[in-house]
Structure formats: C-alpha cells, structure tokens
C-alpha cells in the first residue's frame, strides 16, 4: 500500500524558513521521481518542485527559484522540501506527489506566511 505523510508546516513570519519532509512507505522510493505541489486558498494545485530518482537533475516554479530546495535521502524514503525567504503568498497546503498507481498524494501540511 503506498504512503505518502508530509510533515514540517505550521505558522512562518514573512521572511521566515522552513523544512517539510514526506515519508514514503509502498513502493521502490529510489526507482521515482518524486514532486512537490501547493493549492494557496481559491487557487489550483501547482507544481513547485520535483526531483529525480538520483537526486538530480531537480526542477522548480519559477515563483520558488532561489528560495527553495527539493532534496531526498533514499536511505530513508523521504524527500524534503527546504524553504527559505518566505512570502505571504506562498501559504498554502504542500502536497508530497509520487507517479505510482497512477499518482499517489499524501494528506498535505498546512504552511502559513503571515507577520
């Protein structure tokens, strides 16, 4: 069965930092790439980051470019997302993606930016 938890968000004063994690349980984790999506309140789900089975090469919304970091450890079946500088507008609920059974999606974790 596959499983994706996030965890990690909570409430950022702007300028702020940080790191969510996403456990991955079901599947060969090192074989997929794996990505990071948001949904911010009225808007719809887009892709922020994602990387490789290997680690590189990594992608990201130009919206994050400079700001945030996708990395994984294979060893632990986890990815992460490190964010810095953060803005209001990047509050939303981060979503761990993986491309198996046909798009596997973890509950979210709910990232506030607000002074």
């Known amino acids: 069965q596959v499983q994706l938890v996030e965890s990690g968000g909570g409430l950022v004063q702007p300028g702020g930092s940080l790191r969510l994690s996403c456990a991955a349980s079901g599947f060969t984790f090192r074989l997929h790439r794996m990505s990071w999506y948001r949904q911010g309140p009225g808007k719809e789900r887009e892709l922020v980051a994602h990387?490789?089975?290997?680690?590189?090469?990594?992608n990201y919304a130009d919206s994050v470019k400079g700001r945030f970091t996708i990395s994984r450890d294979n060893a632990k079946n986890t990815v992460y997302l490190q964010m810095n500088s953060l803005k209001p507008e990047d509050t939303a609920v981060y979503y761990c993606?993986?491309?198996?059974?046909?798009?596997?999606w973890g509950q979210g974790t709910q990232v506030t930016v607000s002074s």
């Open positions: 990387i490789t089975g290997g680690g590189s090469p990594t």
């Open positions: 993606n993986a491309p198996v059974n046909g798009g596997a």
